[in-house]
Nanobody, 115 residues
């Protein structure tokens, strides 16, 4: 089972960009489906983007065209490039890996979009 550590969160102005990174330990990272979730205050955690082992990506409608998920299996990392950020993107962002019944979560990183 992989261990996940996110980084890259912070404060950014509306319209700005931020890149989140998730570093994974473990030798079978490449087999995992990797996902980014977010949870805003008072709201449920929601799936934002996912990427399969072969690189197929999916996004929630709200972030399509603005966010890009990518993975580097050689470096055991997955990233989330976020452009044109909006105040409603403010949330704690979590990295998640799943392989069958194996589920791993990172600790989360705060993203705040505010002027």
């Amino acid at each position: 089972q992989v261990q996940l550590v996110e980084s890259g969160g912070g404060l950014v102005q509306p319209g700005g960009s931020l890149t989140l990174s998730c570093a994974a330990s473990g030798r079978i990272f490449s087999l995992y489906v990797m996902e980014w979730y977010r949870q805003a205050p008072g709201k449920q955690r929601e799936l934002v983007a996912s990427i399969t082992m072969s690189g197929t990506t999916n996004y929630v409608d709200d972030v399509k065209g603005r966010f890009t998920i990518a993975r580097d299996n050689a470096k055991n990392t997955v990233s989330l490039q976020m452009n044109s950020l909006k105040p409603e993107d403010t949330a704690v962002y979590y990295c998640k890996g799943r392989l069958g019944s194996l589920i791993s979560w990172g600790q989360g990183t705060q993203v705040t979009v505010s002027s």
